[in-house]
């Protein structure tokens, strides 16, 4: 079993969609999969069609009582993947959480009693470097990295880099388990460019897979759909079947 969290503290990189289209190739080749949106945003969640506004059981319910019996919370989804979702109410967990003894291990030991169910739990985190993020990556064996192919992409790695290392100090088998090239347009200079970089900087964690801009990618979501349901055998869904293959051969 291994839990991957698919962090990166810049807004709009391309986790969200890494996150649930990594899932459910991965869920087509027969593994058993579990999504958990820890974003307030809560996109993951509409984009496997599910409305937040119906739901009575989230995440943060889990964050809050981590012994809660997680079955409760876990929904099945149309697309071959299980997932534990998030509404707007998560937000209010930053503040409610933040006097709680261990408030980056909530995830955890929620998750702890899963490790028979599913194959893979692929964490969808935020846009910050926050609690939520923290217990994503606390949860993790891995950190799965979208890098969009932007001149300040590498700061932001850093600053990745700098708390992997903080949560490092009471989990130390936490690592960057790979990092992803999102949204790449191979005719625009400044992605070619910051590829390269990365690759020089990061060699072999960089997959060799990369990710296209796609409308198609764009459009998915809006439908409530995977790009496997919406665009089968497109560039971005031959794209993240070659990026499963990848992940599978680096983590089983
Ligand atoms: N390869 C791609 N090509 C074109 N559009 C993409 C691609 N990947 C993602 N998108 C679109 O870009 C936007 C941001 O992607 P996504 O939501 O996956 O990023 P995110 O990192 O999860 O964002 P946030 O930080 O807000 O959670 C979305 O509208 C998504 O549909
Ligand atoms: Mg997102």
Redesign the pocket.
Known sequence: MTILAIA?Q?????????TLSLGVELGRLGRRVLLVDM?A?S?LTQAVGIDPLTLTQTVYDLLLEPSREIGQVVLTTAYGVDLIPATLGLARAEMVLAGHVGRELLLRRALSGLVEAYDYILI?S??SLGLLTLNALAAADAVLV?LQSHVFALNAMAHLEETIRLIQQFHPRLHIGGIVM??VDRRTSVNMAVDQAARQEYGELVYQTV?????K??E??AVGQPIQRYAPGSS?AVAYAQLTQEVIARHG
């Open positions: 990166m810049k807004g709009g990189v391309g986790k969200t969609t890494t974003d945003q996109n969808d935020p846009p979208p999102t949204m990710i296209p801009f796609h409308v990618l764009v998915a979501p971005s």
